[in-house]
């Protein structure tokens, strides 16, 4: 069969226009021929010069007095009867596997470029799928299998009789099978150093989609396969001589999943190469089912953990890609959990660490003794803490390990302190080694740190909230002095501490810190008074000298929250700023001499 590569215009050209050249391609050698306006070639023309069988024909222009022949070839395609495989595959794991075991079951095979010559070193009979299109690979692979000999094989039902006659007609076979897998998009534009642009481009698959979205649209009769690791699977179903449809169903919505999450990073990518803005019109996030979860936040809602495939993702950190080293399997909440803890603790500098219960921290502390910090952590709110997530931002060694293992909670300096999961960077091999003995439940993770810049996402009824993550620290900003006193260089340090705290706590939330270390906070409360009375109850007769932060500002101050914070002894307090009465504030912190911090920064957490 010809396959042409042609210019054709929508009509015929006026008499007083130039002669069209027309280049017609065969599958040995081309031939040029000039057409006058009077015998254009229409497109009607041309798609029945192209299905035609006889090695030569000759074609009519509209006019008799231009005439031109064509070489065509027939295709080659293996012996009617036998049952056809179409593979055509970028990752050939397991190839060799898949061929055999067709082969075994009688299957003759159809292939392309380095597919088809790995299946002939594995010794594989193979029929190349340019025998069976006569035309060859071309414009550097662009085009290979985009031929009605493959596309019309693939798609034709054989419940209708007129489907089947045309195949008859123009000598083109069925196939049963089709594996096809994709070229390496994701992981060249990912890799290490990146890639140009040119070179992206060229790693589009736009053949490979086609012939797979094909055959699982016919699965009915075509068996569709992206995935090595359902290899075993096809060959035992071949096996057998039953029909089961929901396996065909099951393997179709496979193949328009790869696709689809093939065509999102592909989105994903090129839109990156238009704009900086993160808001794009459109918006598909490809997320892959690590694993099945017992239950969801209650033992009544069933559950599942998913992986954030999207490329701004990789190599991006977070919990969703931690090594489990030991324990149960993460439930639900412990996501959660471990997700907010280990959030907190990588954005502090100094060696960290951080308590967590129920996503709120409720212990943090920061020390060069690691061993320090973490005592100081759990011993901030020893009953929530018990129970809760601890997490590090440095190694875990053997001694912080024994620590873990052996601490006692501050409340009776008895009962040996209980986690559900250590989250840490990296552990020392022996370090790793007494965790584990710790306890066979206690959930063991390594997590690298959540870049900065990520695009933030939501669930709310019927739609999606989509925002920057809130990557400021202080650091970032400028903590601005509003009233007559200023604080001490130490007390600015406690105030940025509390300010970096309290952005993790849930609203409305106020955080008390002295010392580089939490004393109390006090989360979620409908209003902002209750917080600070929780805060200040857990700080107990340390909030002495103490900073406090809040997340948002005071919308009052006179017998209120900021008059509350001052007669309790706090020394320096930091907000946003931007209440209708920050006079007021003000005024009351200069009544009792404390230092007020504006920030200009709120840090909501919902």
Known sequence: ????????????????????????????????????????????????AHLLHSSCRTIKAMAAEDTFTVTTHDSKFPASGNRLALISLSDKKDLALLGNGLQDLGYKIVST???????????????????????????????????????????????????????????IGTFDVVVVNLYPFYEKVTSTGGIEFEDGVENIDIGGPAMIRAAAKNHKDVLVVVDSEDYPALLEYLKGDKVDQQFRRKLAWKAFQHVASYDSAVSEWLWKQTTEDKFRPSLTVPI??????????????????????????????????????????????????????WNCVSEFRNPTCVVVKHTNPCGVASRNDILEAYRLAVKADPVSAFGGIVAFNIEVDEALAKEIREFRSPTDGETRMFYEIVVAPKYTKKGLEILRGKSKTLRILEANKNEKGKLSLRQVGG?????????????DIQFKVVTQKAPQESELGDAEFAWLCVKHVKSNAIVIAKNNCMLGMGSGQPNRLESLRIALKKAGEEVKGAALASDAFFPFAWKDAVEEACESGVSVIAEPGGSIRDGDAIDCCNKYGVSLLFTNVRHFRH
Request: hydrophobic share 35%.
């Open 113 to 171: 470029g380095g597919t088809a010559s790995a299946l002939e070193s594995a010794g594989l009979s193979v029929t190349k799928v340019e025998q069976i299109t006569s035309f060859p690979e071309m414009l550097d692979g662009r085009v290979k299998t985009l031929h009605p000999n493959v596309h019309g094989g693939i798609l034709a039902r054989r419940d209708q009789k007129h489907h089947m006659e045309a195949l008859s007609k123009h000598g």
């Open 463 to 475: 739609g999606w909230l989509a925002q920057d993550s809130d990557d400021l620290t202080p650091q």
């Open 288 to 341: 892959l089912l690590k694993s099945p979860l017992r239950y969801g936040e209650n033992p009544h809602q069933k559950a599942a953990f998913y992986v954030d495939k999207s490329l701004s993702e990789v190599n991006a950190g977070g919990v969703a890609t931690a090594i489990q080293h030991h324990g149960k399997e993460m439930s639900y909440n412990n996501y959660l959990d471990a997700d907010a803890a």
């Open 1 to 48: 069969m010809l396959g042409l590569g042609l210019a054709v215009g929508p009509a015929a050209p006026a008499a007083n226009t130039p002669n069209t050249n027309l280049l017609l391609l065969s599958s040995n050698k081309q031939i040029q021929t000039n057409f006058s306006s009077s015998s254009f070639l229409t497109p009607c023309s041309v798609r029945n």
